[in-house]
């Protein structure tokens, strides 16, 4: 009798301790989530918005991307030093274009061709107080993409025109202008999607 009762209490212990640690490692894992910086670009309202074009006219198309995931850095305790250094993912389902048929063909005609473009990934270097360089990474190619940023109040805003062709991804595009030919012809009956996109994105803190 004198042995049961010393295993349960020895077992009552361990279980205790073990509930005890656990407690302990769900604390700790809750403040390291906190942040204590003052800006964070995770936080913040992120409005990514770009402009595509079709037709020899030159026909503006615009969209957003409505996710981003900041993977590293982003905070700081002014909006630019959040803004610098900060890494990014964007997945390619969150595009939108206020038409549902025209987002499949861009996901899966587009960027559903290049490779290893579920994503698009980068990270964010400010130059000075109005230019900036992210890296982007599509179609397994990295390259900079330059741009001017503002700062207004609690509101950061840059933008920056990129050439798709840049990421070799030609292919992607002739793939995207052979579904939608006919949407993408003009007056003069040609079919063409530019190769040029304009980029706005805001971040509000």
């Given at each position: 009798m004198r042995k049961l009762f010393t295993i349960l209490v020895a077992t009552t212990i361990f279980l205790s301790c073990k509930s005890e640690a656990k407690k302990d490692d769900?604390?700790?894992?809750?403040?390291?989530?906190?942040?204590?910086?003052?800006?964070?670009?995770?936080?913040a309202k992120n409005d990514i918005n770009f402009t595509a074009y079709k037709t020899t006219e030159k026909v503006?198309?615009?969209?957003?991307?409505?996710?981003?995931?900041?993977?590293?850095?982003?905070?700081?305790?002014?909006?630019?030093?959040?803004?610098?250094?900060?890494?990014?993912?964007?997945?390619?389902?969150?595009?939108?274009?206020?038409?549902?048929?025209?987002?499949?063909k861009i996901q899966k005609f587009f960027f559903g061709v290049m490779t290893n473009t579920k994503t698009l990934t980068g990270y964010l270097t400010i130059k000075d107080d109005t230019n900036g360089v992210a890296k982007l990474t599509m179609n397994n190619e990295t390259k900079d993409v330059p741009f001017t940023y503002t700062i207004k109040g609690n509101t950061f805003n840059m933008q920056a025109t990129i050439d798709i062709n840049t990421w070799n991804a030609g292919a992607a595009l002739a793939s995207l202008n052979k579904i939608c030919e006919v949407l993408h012809a003009g007056a003069d009956g040609v079919s063409k999607t530019w190769s040029d996109v304009a980029l706005n994105i805001t971040s509000t803190f």
């Open positions: 769900d604390k700790s894992k809750e403040e390291v989530k906190k942040s204590t910086a003052a800006f964070s670009v995770a936080n503006a198309v615009g969209g957003e991307f409505t996710e981003i995931n900041i993977t590293s850095g982003g905070e700081g305790n002014t909006i630019k030093e959040a803004m610098n250094g900060a890494v990014f993912s964007i997945p390619i389902n969150s595009l939108a274009t206020k038409d549902t048929s025209r987002d499949y």
